[in-house]
């Protein structure tokens, strides 16, 4: 690993220059017209497909399974927790616009009146919260996992529609946009370095995927049957470089899914998809 790695920074260290006050908008735009002209090939739907979108066997592979995938039982435990009424009777649908239907590409988003940034995964808990049930915790598979598995299904095909308004909002969105160009751990990789200047490119047998598109289908079953929620992914991701992880549900984290989740602005959602 480590000699690949350092074999990675020759190449990261092109992107260096990021402009510090650029809007959300502007920061998307750049990101899709570095990828776009990098991989002219590659329409810009099909970053929701990450990795997958650069190897023509791998998409194979993954249309495959996806049409029987072998993790649909954890998305019908998810579907049966998500309908399963409260003890008092109501249910998830009762907490979400349209009740839960396209709304999933509005997360995260930030709340003015509580002053941070609330993701999908904490909407579920405030709504338990509120129905006298116990929070989940946010990143175990078992249960927040499996819930969201079904629930972010109900917004497949959505656009994911981040918004950043007002000061506060703004801070945040910097925030996680300064996490994810922020070198760490002991060969000093940013997530840019490898999501963003290195995408495209192979890290032992793995090809980096862009970081636009990433935010847009989540949970993912690893191999199959692994369940992994987007923040125990940026768990995975900071521990590949040897830098000390977040908590999942941190604002730390938070805010880095905010902004992540922002420059994939426009593309569709499709939840619960097999990665390898
Ligand atoms: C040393 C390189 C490296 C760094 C640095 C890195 N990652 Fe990754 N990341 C990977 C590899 C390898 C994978 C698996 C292949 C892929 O999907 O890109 C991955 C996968 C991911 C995925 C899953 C993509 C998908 O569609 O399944 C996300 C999300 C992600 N990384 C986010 C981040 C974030 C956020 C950071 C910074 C905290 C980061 N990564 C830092 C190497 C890296």
Redesign the pocket.
Known sequence: MKKT?LA?VATSLTLGAVVANATPEQDRKDLVKLYTSKYPDIKLNQY?????AFDKDSMAQYTSIMDFPPFGEAIEQGQKMWETPFKNGKTYASCFPNSGKNVAGNYPYFDDKANKVVTFEQAINECRVANGEEAYKEGDAATMGKVTAFGRTLSDGMKMNIKVKGAAAEAAYDAGKH??YAR??Q?G???????VD??GNR??S????P?I???T??P?F?GGDNL?T?QT??V???R??R?EPFKVGSAEYNN?EYF?SYISNGLPMHAS?F??
Request: aromatic content about 12%; hydrophobic content about 50%; overall charge positive.
């Open positions: 790695l990675l929701v497909y990450g990795a997958l996490h994810f760490r751990g060969f990789f940013s997530c840019a370095s490898c999501h290195n995408a890290i032992r793995e090809v980096l995927s970081a598109g990433q935010a289908h989540w993912v690893r992994v987007l992914r940026y995975g991701c900071n590949l470089v830098a880095l992540h998809v990665r390898k």
